[in-house]
Nanobody, 125 residues
Framework: QVQLVESGGGLVQAGGSLRLSCAASGRAFSSYAMAWFRQAPGKEREFVAV????????YYASFVKGRFTTSRDNARNTVYLQMSSLRPEDSAVYSCAAAGRPDYFPPREYQYNYWGQGTQVTVSS
């Protein structure tokens, strides 16, 4: 069992930066691919970024490339999402998710076994 807790969300002006953290409890964090998703009111959940478990490869949604960076610290059981050049359309609840040893990269959404509750990011114009 893995529990995920996000933090670091908040209100920021357009063009600003935030760093989200996702702390994982449970064993074998290093064997999980860790992803970020977001969901804005009235919209479907969408994939943002993922970092692989075996080689820390990363993959990003096209709309965040060059602005967001995900990283992981296996010693701290934590994954990060550094967001810069934020736009009002980035406002959403950001959640992290874990996929145990997925055989695809990036993992299919159904392969994410565990989800956090999310943290709100609001970007003002």
């Amino acid at each position: 069992q893995v529990q995920l807790v996000e933090s670091g969300g908040g209100l920021v002006q357009a063009g600003g930066s935030l760093r989200l953290s996702c702390a994982a409890s449970g064993r074998a964090f290093s064997s999980y691919a860790m992803a970020w998703f977001r969901q804005a009111p009235g919209k479907e959940r969408e994939f943002v970024a993922v970092i692989n478990w075996i080689d820390s490869r990363t993959y990003y949604a096209s709309f965040v490339k060059g602005r967001f960076t995900t990283s992981r610290d296996n010693a701290r059981n934590t994954v990060y999402l550094q967001m810069s050049s934020l736009r009002p359309e980035d406002s959403a609840v950001y959640s992290c998710a874990a996929a145990g040893r997925p055989d695809y990269f990036p993992p299919r959404e159904y392969q994410y076994n565990y989800w956090g509750q999310g943290t709100q990011v609001t970007v003002s114009s």
